[in-house]
């Protein structure tokens, strides 16, 4: 059975195509991964709702995924929603509008986004053998940090939702091309400051999404993705702290010309960089873990729980 996942964030609207094989290893075997980045948290951070320019480019996204599906042969599609539709105090406007495309949506908490990021991560990374783990999901909106090991399960046992993402800082602090010092500093003291409401990472940092896959990239020096070289990149975090140096001094357009960066991500991934140097300082870590996986991963992964089931 071919099966698909819209994760609908911030910046993005990642859909995962897999096919379901039951009884086999892994069970779910990706088709193809699609990209779109209608942005629909622009301005989010400072008006507390969704822009009309941004409803309209996510539905046209969503449509454009729909139809990928399917040319794709998709059999059952689901979409999710994250931060910008829990957040936005006019969420329904768009709401009813997907409705009305015929596809079951379901808006997932802080805490399941948590959860579904760190299955991804355990369902196709090897388990470590210190017997704990830590996941930290990255958004435009929003950033999650899960801790889960042997003794739980592998599953989650502490997770929090922190309103930071690349988005969120970049329009909140970064207004100048390339930043300033003073905006930089600000940027700093803003994650610093909601970083420490997260868990005590245990055990290796994997850091997912785009923000993180964006950096491991620009880090090879990639000039097309490719999910089997950042799947399970180490990035050492010195090299990570050497790359924000260089894209601090980078107006827009020179990072535009970066091998490894999706010009979309251009003016937000300095924004998104220095929350995971944050994140990976505070966790006391020298590298990181980067995963091509995240919340689209895991929803296929709890559906096709759903589907081995007995009726």
Not at 158 to 179: A, F, I, N, T, Y
Not at 254 to 278: F, S
Request: with cysteine.
């Amino acid at each position: 059975m071919r099966l698909a996942a819209i994760d609908v964030g911030t910046n993005t609207a990642l859909m995962l195509v897999a096919d379901y094989l039951p009884g086999q290893t892994p069970r779910l075997q990706a088709v193809a991964d699609f990209l779109e980045m209608p942005r629909l948290g622009q301005d989010l951070d400072r008006t507390g709702r969704l822009h009309p320019e941004a409803i309209a480019r996510t539905l046209a996204a969503l449509r454009r995924q729909l139809e990928r599906a399917k040319e794709h042969g998709v059999a059952q599609v689901l979409i999710v929603g994250t931060e910008s539709m829990r957040a936005a105090a006019n969420s329904a406007e768009l709401l009813t509008q997907i409705a009305e495309l015929g596809v079951p949506l379901r808006i997932i908490s802080g805490d399941e986004e948590a959860r579904l990021s760190f299955r991804s991560v355990v369902e196709s990374l090897p388990k470590p053998s210190a017997g704990a783990l830590s996941v930290l999901d990255i958004g435009g909106g929003s950033t999650e940090l899960v801790v889960g090991g042997k003794d739980s399960g592998w599953k989650p046992f502490k997770w929090q939702s922190v309103k930071v993402g690349s988005v969120r800082m970049h329009e909140r602090h970064l207004h100048s091309d390339p930043p300033t010092p003073s905006e930089q500093a600000a940027l700093r003291t803003t994650i610093r400051a909601a970083i420490k409401d997260l868990p005590q990472a245990r055990g290796p940092l994997v850091a997912l999404a785009g923000t993180a896959t964006t950096l491991g990239a620009l880090h090879l020096g990639l000039k097309e993705h490719d999910s089997k070289r950042l799947d399970g990149l180490k990035l050492p975090v010195a090299a990570l702290t050497q790359l924000l140096a260089r894209l601090a001094t980078m107006t827009v357009a020179q990072r535009c010309e970066l091998p490894g960066l999706d010009v979309r991500r251009a003016d937000v991934i300095y924004a998104g960089g220095v929350i995971l140097e944050e994140v990976a300082l505070q966790a006391g870590v020298d590298e990181v873990i980067i995963s091509d996986r995240g919340v689209r991963w895991g929803v296929l992964e709890e559906l096709a729980d759903s589907l081995g089931r007995p009726a």
